[in-house]
């Protein structure tokens, strides 16, 4: 049964004065990543598709020298849209995501909807299943619209609480292919490394 794995960047090297979606992941981001990569070879992927945001990106390249993939770059795959406020502090971003996903038909200060961000994600996710060539897919995106999809394949409410575990992302969640159906939630690069 071929799969969907979608996976969260790994920590990100944050500059208020850099538009966050050019931030770029931090030496322990990329290091991370790499230590997925015999996992994923051994498991087999046809296909790497990536958000054009620059971490995202990243996490893309290193997977895709191991595989000897190109990834694939979809808009689609972005992150929810916060350019409305751009860089937050830490305290306030936490506030913000609350309330982005406590209130998922409002836009939180011009915010992307959640309910909006999941019928893209989910839109983008289904176009690449359909012209994917066979086998394992891997997406390396971003954890809110993760999460949102993990809403969505567990057949629940957007709410936080299915956010990604942990402080610096770095997570996999497994799809079906097909119909999307939930294979395997929040699970951590390095558990995945070792399993």
Known sequence: ???IWMITHGQVTRDPAVPVPQWPLTPEGRTRHGRLNARLVAEGFGSLWSSPEQKA????????TALGLVPGVREGLSENDRSSTGFLPPHQFEAAADAFFGAPDVSW?????????Q???LRTVRAIDAEAVPGNVLICGHGAVTALTLCHAMGVPISRQWDQPGGGGGNVIRLRRGDLGLLAGWTSIEDLAVA
Do not use: L, S, V
């Open 1 to 3: 049964m071929a799969e």
């Open 119 to 121: 019928a893209r994600i």
């Open 57 to 64: 990106r990243d996490a893309a390249e290193i997977h895709g």
């Open 109 to 117: 200060n011009g915010w992307e909807t959640a309910a909006a961000a």
